[in-house]
């Protein structure tokens, strides 16, 4: 298994932008499939985006789709989220997720190996 540990959070206004970053622990990590999801309050976690091993096929949810760009750097054993154009509703705590093989794909983390502790993003209007 792999260890997760969130960073880049914060406030940031409407339109503004923010990279978060996912650092994970652990051998094998480029046979991970990655992914980003998001819980705002009472709200149930939802999927953001995911990258896939191997050929890193990628999936986004429609409400991040041309704003949200997934990538990873196998070398450094991260994923990172760069967030644009953000909005007030992308307000939540954003967690990492790992899972072995699969694809960036929501389906995949239907079942999850290892989640990180989140980390919060709030934008203001």
């Known amino acids: 298994q792999v260890q997760l540990v969130e960073s880049g959070g914060g406030l940031v206004q409407a339109g503004g932008s923010l990279r978060l970053s996912c650092a994970a622990s652990?051998?094998?990590?480029?046979?991970?499939?990655m992914g980003w999801f998001r819980q705002a309050p009472g709200k149930e976690r939802s999927f953001v985006a995911g990258?896939?091993?191997?050929?890193?096929?990628?999936g986004y949810a429609d409400s991040v789709k041309g704003r949200f760009t997934i990538s990873r750097d196998n070398a450094k054993n991260t994923v990172y989220l760069h967030m644009n154009s953000l909005r007030p509703e992308d307000t939540a705590v954003y967690y990492c997720?790992?899972?072995?093989?699969?694809?960036?794909?929501?389906?995949?983390?239907?079942?999850?190996?290892?989640w990180g502790q989140g980390t919060q993003v709030t934008v203001s209007s």
């Open positions: 997720a790992a899972r072995l093989y699969g694809s960036g794909q929501a389906t995949t983390f239907r079942s999850t190996d290892s």
């Open positions: 652990g051998r094998s990590f480029s046979s991970y499939s």
């Open positions: 990258i896939g091993w191997g050929t890193g096929i990628i």
